[in-house]
């Protein structure tokens, strides 16, 4: 059995004075090439109510500020994370984001291998007028795949950006293969 783990963080945007700080994560399994839904787990982080957002940064953190201001640390959420993502391939678009937040946050934690589904999609397919992850979900038809995973949300919810990029691999593998997917792990 191959299990990896698709992630997505959605975070504050950086700003003057600022580091830009993750205030949600989303997670999904993937097992034997298939996101498994029973599998699907978020968090917030806490983010003080004061703390100014980018102008920028998607997603529905304006509604939430009240949830943020209350949420646990990402210090305090360690010790499930670190079981979660620790010891097992990790999947993201553009995953260099998800492991700048992780490594900043626990330095010394060995993460990965990675799979960057963005970088996947420019290799396969380097003609592709976008390579945002909403667009190459629409453009491959996979978008009833992960509505149906993750219903009720939209992009940028962390959980359904991470339950896209789980379809996204999985269409991936399909299409390419696991021994030529697994060579391209970063």
Known sequence: MTRLVSLDFETTGTMPGWENEPWQ??????????????????TYFRIPVDRPFSPRAPGRWAQLRAELAAAPSFA????????????VPLVAHNAATERTILVKRAPLAPFGPWFDTLRLVRR???TLKSYALG???RVFGLQARVDALCPGRTWHDALYD???????FSHILGVAGWDVVRDQAI
């Open 162 to 168: 991470a339950c896209a990029g789980a379809v996204l």
């Open 135 to 137: 667009d190459v979900v």
């Open 124 to 126: 396969f397919w380097p």
């Open 76 to 87: 305090d959420l360690w010790p499930g994370l670190a079981t979660r993502l620790q010891g």
């Open 25 to 42: 994560l989303g997670c999904v399994e993937i097992v034997d090439g298939e996101p498994v839904a029973a599998s699907r787990w978020e």
